[in-house]
Nanobody
Framework: QVQLVESGGGLVQSGGSLRLSCAASGFTFSRYAMSWYRQAPGKERELVATIPSGGRTTNYADSVKGRFTISRDNVKNTVYLQMNSLKPEDTAVYFC????????????WGQGTQVTVSS
């Protein structure tokens, strides 16, 4: 049974940092690219960052480029999102998943982790 368990969210002031973790199980983690997504209240879920299975060429949404860093540990089956210089507009529930073409994902969504940035 596939599980994606996100953690590390919280309340932080504008300009602060957080490190999110996503522990994956139930599939061969090292074979899949992994992505972080976020969904703010009243908005659609959006792609934030992607890292390939080998962990080299990463991609970011323009809104987080230069502030967020995605990484992975294929031994611990975990993907991370280091978030620096946080802004109030980064407030959202953050999720991880393995991306599929066309904006779809391979697996059911986890519960996500709430990030709230106060101004």
């Amino acid at each position: 049974q596939v599980q994606l368990v996100e953690s590390g969210g919280g309340l932080v002031q504008s300009g602060g940092s957080l490190r999110l973790s996503c522990a994956a199980s139930g599939f061969t983690f090292s074979r899949y690219a992994m992505s972080w997504y976020r969904q703010a209240p009243g908005k659609e879920r959006e792609l934030v960052a992607t890292i390939p299975s080998g962990g080299r060429t990463t991609n970011y949404a323009d809104s987080v480029k230069g502030r967020f860093t995605i990484s992975r540990d294929n031994v611990k089956n975990t993907v991370y999102l280091q978030m620096n210089s946080l802004k109030p507009e980064d407030t959202a529930v953050y999720f991880c998943n393995a991306p599929l073409f066309g904006g779809r994902v391979y697996y059911p969504w986890g519960q996500g982790t709430q990030v709230t940035v106060s101004s």
